[in-house]
């Protein structure tokens, strides 16, 4: 087990999987300029890791995250917001860290998902929850919108009408509506959470990283392409996965009845 010492984020590394706590639980996890700085580095670091095969995010004392700091929302004025955000906005830096790398990101999240919290979570390629999470977009009580990729990113997830909703009105939902919307892929009761993640850690454990890595750019692209562009894209990925190790290895076993050994090559 390898861990990396930060203050505002508990970060280690252990069975393939980077683990990345927000530990800011005082003010629920608020996303500071501090945790959002490592958090930046703990992603980055994931990312350019090639024994991690995962990574997860959550929350330290119960929450996943209430959102912004809106301290200091005092003293921003627009072109302090412009720079915050291309050093270590949701929408400009954390998704893109988060979308490019080329192995799945779990978002666990449990009491509050809030705001900036809510728009992490929405950037992350899975979302497993407990029965008392609450999620929403409350930015508008604010005087603002959400500035993290939600007006962007959740339409996509869970449609127009849905998305203006949600943040026209800035109502908090639950774990279970947003599963229905298919923003949310488990929901549990909180004595079983570590149990879901394990189980769904363990599924995309036991798969190749290459196709797995494939299969998010994949993914990926359909929610930035149109579809023929979308369609040539995913044939060439498919194609490619023909030079590796782990396809050769995969047609085999399936022909030999037997449990494939993956490689990562």
Same mark, same amino acid.
């Given at each position: 087990?390898?861990?990396?010492?930060?203050?505002?984020?508990?970060?280690?590394?252990?069975?393939?999987?980077?683990?990345?706590?927000?530990?800011?639980?005082?003010?629920?996890?608020?996303?500071?300029?501090?945790?959002?700085?490592?958090?930046?580095?703990?992603?980055?670091?994931?990312?350019?890791?090639?024994?991690?095969?995962?990574?997860?995010?959550?929350?330290?004392?119960?929450?996943?995250?209430?959102?912004?700091?809106?301290?200091?929302?005092?003293?921003?004025?627009?072109?302090?917001?412009?720079?915050?955000?291309?050093?270590?906005?949701?929408?400009?830096?954390?998704?893109?860290?988060?979308?490019?790398?080329?192995?799945?990101?779990?978002?666990?999240?449990?009491?509050?998902?809030?705001? %900036?919290?809510?728009?992490?979570?929405? &950037?992350?390629?899975?979302?497993? /929850? *407990?029965?008392? #999470?609450?999620?929403? !977009?409350? +930015?508008?009580?604010?005087?603002?919108?959400?500035?993290?990729?939600?007006?962007?990113?959740?339409?996509?997830?869970?449609?127009?009408?849905?998305?203006?909703?949600?943040?026209?009105?800035?109502?908090?939902?639950?774990?279970?509506?947003?599963?229905?919307?298919?923003?949310?892929?488990?929901?549990?009761?909180?004595?079983?959470?570590?149990?879901?993640?394990?189980?769904?850690?363990?599924?995309?454990?036991?798969?190749?990283?290459?196709?797995?890595?494939?299969?998010?750019?994949?993914?990926?692209?359909?929610?930035?392409? %149109?579809?023929?562009?979308?369609?040539? &894209?995913?044939?060439?990925?498919? /194609? *490619?996965?023909? #030079?590796?190790?782990? !396809?050769? +290895?995969?047609?085999?076993?399936?022909?030999?009845?037997?449990?494939?050994?993956?490689?990562?090559?």
């Amino acid at each position: 087990m390898a861990e990396v010492g930060f203050s505002k984020v508990l970060y280690r590394k252990e069975g393939g999987v980077a683990w990345i706590t927000l530990n800011n639980s005082a003010k629920y996890n608020a996303l500071e300029l501090d945790l959002r700085r490592e958090l930046k580095a703990a992603l980055m670091d994931a990312a350019g890791d090639s024994a991690v095969r995962a990574v997860v995010i959550r929350g330290a004392g119960g929450n996943f995250s209430a959102g912004a700091d809106i301290k200091a929302f005092l003293q921003w004025d627009p072109a302090e917001t412009v720079r915050v955000a291309n050093e270590v906005g949701t929408s400009m830096v954390l998704s893109s860290i988060i979308r490019n790398m080329q192995k799945p990101v779990i978002a666990v999240v449990e009491g509050y998902c809030l705001g %900036g919290g809510f728009e992490l979570a929405q &950037a992350c390629d899975l979302i497993v /929850a *407990s029965e008392d #999470a609450v999620f929403g !977009q409350p +930015e508008i009580n604010l005087g603002i919108i959400p500035g993290g990729g939600g007006t962007q990113r959740l339409t996509r997830l869970v449609g127009e009408k849905k998305a203006k909703e949600l943040i026209f009105t800035g109502d908090r939902v639950s774990a279970s509506t947003l599963a229905a919307l298919g923003l949310v892929n488990v929901v549990v009761p909180k004595e079983r959470l570590e149990e879901a993640l394990k189980t769904l850690l363990d599924k995309i454990l036991s798969k190749p990283p290459l196709a797995v890595a494939a299969a998010k750019e994949a993914v990926n692209l359909a929610l930035e392409t %149109g579809l023929s562009a979308g369609l040539r &894209a995913e044939l060439m990925l498919f /194609a *490619s996965l023909f #030079a590796s190790e782990d !396809q050769k +290895e995969g047609a085999r076993a399936f022909l030999e009845k037997r449990k494939p050994v993956w490689k990562g090559r």
